[in-house]
């Protein structure tokens, strides 16, 4: 038996990108017969300034945690959420960030500030995976691979070309941890992407050990 996870997941509670809740975002996937998701909400300089201003660290976390804290009410034995980011830094791309839990954006105020490699630094000490999402599409540029631990080479919008089959390519050439999501912001983008799993996973440290140890499968947008 397969367990299904989203790993690219938008929620109108936080990103103002998507147009759906999280607790209706939630039932669409049980629906769909997945075994979890992962809540990846826009984490940005930009999100904080344009939506936050005058608020102190700890409010914005806790705004900014609140699509997740919504889905996660809708948990079960059967069915996962768990936390994730979708971190933008200085003058930088998407990096979708695994590992994270809520004491780590509590204790770690302005990260965001940080260029990515010295949050690749931050990364390690905390035990974090940084996967560069969708890093082909018109309005990316490829990061150092040193800087980061692998792509999403299987994003699942059907608003943008992300040049999956160039992501593809890359990953084996640098030996890429690889991921797959459906970038869920709207209803058309249900189920298009996400990796299955041999096991029942409902602890995002678990989570990150799949991916690490490659114990998973691809889902294709197509």
């Known amino acids: 038996m397969k367990y299904m996870y989203e790993t690219h997941f938008h929620t109108a509670d936080v990103s103002t990108c998507a147009h ?3 607790e209706e975002a939630v039932e669409l996937y049980k629906n769909a017969g997945y075994s979890g998701v992962v809540v990846t ?4 300089q930009d999100c904080f300034d344009n939506r936050y ?3 102190n660290w700890k409010e914005k976390i806790d705004y900014y945690l609140r699509g997740y804290r919504k889905a996660k ?9 768990l936390l994730a980011l979708e971190a933008r830094f200085e003058n930088d791309n998407d990096y979708l960030v695994f590992g994270v839990d ?11 500030k940080m260029t990515i490699k010295q949050f690749k630094k931050l990364a390690e000490k905390n035990q974090l995976t940084v996967i560069q999402a969708h890093p082909f599409r018109i309005d990316s540029n490829i990061t150092n691979p040193r800087y980061i631990d692998g792509i999403e080479i299987y994003n699942g919008n059907r608003r943008h070309d992300s ?7 890359w990953a084996k050439k640098h030996g890429f ?5 459906s970038d869920f912001h709207e209803y058309e983008d249900l189920a298009r992407g ?5 096991r029942f996973v409902s602890d995002v440290k678990e989570f990150r050990a799949e991916l690490l140890a490659g114990r998973y499968e691809l889902k294709k947008p197509y």
Request: overall charge negative; aromatic content about 12%; proline content about 0%.
């Open 20 to 22: 759906i809740s999280a």
């Open 41 to 44: 909400d826009h984490f940005s």
């Open 53 to 55: 201003e005058g608020k």
């Open 73 to 81: 009410t809708l948990a079960t034995e059967d069915f996962a959420v």
């Open 102 to 112: 809520e004491d780590f954006l509590y204790e770690n105020e302005w990260f965001t």
């Open 163 to 169: 040049s999956n089959n160039i992501a593809e390519m």
């Open 177 to 181: 941890i690889t991921t797959s999501g």
């Open 194 to 198: 996400g990796i299955a799993l041999d």
